[in-house]
């Protein structure tokens, strides 16, 4: 009988006792309210109609510091992301499929972005946990150069928001309830289920690594 994300993570919770699971960090996603503010580079209070038409172009939000989520439209518009002042690119759906974002290194050469594209589809039975570290080292190393980071994948809710929490869990070590409703915040993230479990499952390893 095939085992399912859900076997695995009720047999996770058998070691230790407080251990985050997937309902816990299911539950932190429901319910951590998004709190929508003005598009970055966009000023709300301008009446124009083209003006107007630019913003529904773009699909992004600052969910910390230095780091934007976004769409793969928001992804191709160069000239928004230079002038809002976007120096590194994460696609975290890089590839030509259905469910993924043709997009490489030579895309952004013109502009002078930082490029990193990591293959993942958005799909439970997916490892995204393998690009955990990348991911964080490439988001990190653009912050401390004092530069901004665009994750994105398709839509902007599950396989870039992933990365970006185990970001927030690595680097800034904040719980993987805490990095959750900090970006919940600021965008309606909504990573699949197995994408969940992972963060709890590193969640545990750095809880472990920290006592």
Not at 41 to 64: K, N, T
Not at 102 to 125: F, K
Request: charged share 25%.
């Amino acid at each position: 009988m095939k085992t399912t994300w859900r076997d695995r993570d009720r047999d996770f919770q058998k070691p230790l006792d407080g251990e985050t699971t997937l309902s816990t960090l299911s539950r932190a996603l429901i319910a951590t309210p998004v709190q929508h503010a003005a598009l970055p580079g966009f000023d709300m209070d301008r009446d124009d109609p083209q003006y107007y038409r630019l913003q529904q172009e773009v699909d992004c939000a600052v969910v910390y510091p230095g780091i934007l989520i976004g769409d793969a439209t928001t992804a191709k518009n160069k000239s928004y992301l230079k002038r809002i002042g976007v120096t590194h690119v994460l696609n975290t759906a890089e590839g030509t499929r259905f469910g993924f974002v043709p997009t490489n290194r030579d895309y952004y050469r013109d502009v002078g972005m930082q490029y990193l594209g990591l293959p993942l589809a958005d799909l439970p039975s997916v490892d995204i946990s393998k690009y955990f570290y990348t991911a964080a080292v490439f988001i990190d190393d653009a912050i401390k150069s004092g530069g901004k980071v665009f994750v994105h994948c398709v839509m902007g809710i599950s396989r870039s928001a992933t990365c970006v929490i185990a970001y927030l869990m690595i680097k800034r070590h904040l719980l993987a309830e805490e990095a959750i409703r900090l970006v919940r915040k600021s965008r309606s993230i909504h990573p699949n289920e197995g994408f969940l479990y992972q963060l709890a499952r590193l969640d545990n390893q750095l809880r472990r690594h920290r006592l």
